[in-house]
């Protein structure tokens, strides 16, 4: 049996066995309903708006609903039979906090049983389905946003930056974009996530943006409860604030200036790899015209190389910056546990969790 590959995301969980060529079979929310103990659904409409967040900005948080997530996704989803578990890679976001680490090799060896563990970062994955080993990748999450130069399959962690922003903020904002344009209607946040799905896309450059102001063509949308909106220029504010945070209120530089600035940390014999050979993954990087305004920002950079996105090899899945850290996370697991790269059970029972540390680096 192949090993299985979860990259558990604060939106989605991406799971299945490492098979590489392939997108994930298993795509799920990773929010969960809060259900009854006779495992029914409530029918209290305030209780069934409560939802469990198992992955908040990219790290787990609640460890029960982690274990009852990957019970429903190991044995129900993927066939595991209990008694005969497994070997499973996670993928990891930047930064992940020692104690996490530990707590998962834990769970997934004294709960779930497995004969073999390996994790691996995130920005190291993405890296590898596009067949590189070295550049920078710049994965926009639900969460967060992650801006990690890897040289040879190692991150430089004291260059890295995390930006506790991401897809849902956007959608926050869009909600209240909305709002101003539609007082009279009321719009829940899923379907404005939805909406955002189906409308967001960048403009052309900050000009373009700014003649939206005067002139944008305006849409009607029809809610699921019949409910109709007119949606003009908001369709533009997601892209735009990833290029100008001021947008969000945050003080910060666009997503390109902090590119630019973050490889100027490491050492100048690497800036041309790294820039040269970056990956912009994550949902929000797919919206219509994000890559063509993140290469013409590119090209206005204070930087003397200018980053440039590597296109994903022609064998790849389509869709491939949704879901690139699990397709890295397949093309390793074909490598780490073939050659006991990885934790075995004999290792964790020797050494304990802190065995993590010192086999998944």
Not at 125 to 152: F, N, Q, W
Not at 210 to 232: F, M, W
Request: proline share 6%.
């Amino acid at each position: 049996m192949e090993a299985a590959v979860v990259d558990a995301g604060s939106s989605l969980l991406k799971a299945g066995f490492a098979i590489p060529d392939q997108s994930p079979p298993m795509i799920i929310p990773t929010q969960m309903k809060r259900m009854l103990d006779d495992g029914s659904l409530t029918e209290n409409p305030v209780v069934d708006e409560v939802t469990v967040e198992p992955v908040v900005r990219g790290y787990i948080t609640d460890w029960d609903a982690m274990e009852d997530l990957l019970n429903y996704v190991l044995y129900s989803g993927l066939g595991w039979e209990i008694g005969n578990e497994g070997q499973i890679l996670f993928t990891d976001p930047l930064c992940t906090p020692k104690a996490n680490k530990e707590q998962l090799v834990q769970l997934m060896f004294e709960t779930f049983n497995i004969s073999g563990f390996y994790a691996s970062e995130q920005a190291v994955l993405s890296l590898y389905a596009m067949g590189r080993i070295s550049g920078c990748t710049v994965d926009i999450g639900h969460g967060k946003i992650d801006i990690a130069p890897v040289i040879e399959g190692a991150v430089n962690h004291i260059a890295s930056r995390r930006f506790e922003f991401g897809g849902i903020d956007l959608t926050n904002f869009l909600a209240r974009e909305l709002g101003k344009s539609n007082p009279l209607v009321n719009i829940s946040i899923s379907d404005v996530e939805k909406i955002k799905q189906q409308y967001a896309c960048c403009a052309e450059d900050e000009l373009a943006y700014q003649k939206t102001k005067d002139s944008c063509t305006a849409e009607t949308h029809t809610l699921p409860d019949g409910q109709v909106i007119t949606i003009g220029r908001e369709r533009y504010t997601i892209g735009e604030a990833l290029f100008q945070p001021s947008l969000l209120g945050l003080e910060a530089h666009g997503i390109v200036e902090q590119l630019v600035r973050t490889i100027s940390t490491v050492p100048s014999d690497n800036h041309r790899q790294l820039l040269e050979n970056t990956v912009v993954c994550g949902g929000t990087s797919s919206m219509p015209g994000f890559e063509e305004r993140f290469q013409k920002e590119s090209s206005l950079s204070s930087s003397a190389v200018r980053p440039t996105i590597v296109k994903p090899p022609e064998y790849m899945p389509e869709n491939l910056t949704m879901y690139s850290a699990w397709v890295g996370g397949a093309i390793l697991a074909k490598v780490v546990f073939p050659q006991n790269q990885h934790v075995t059970k004999a290792d964790y029972d020797e050494t304990g969790p802190s065995i993590v540390h010192k086999k998944c680096f």
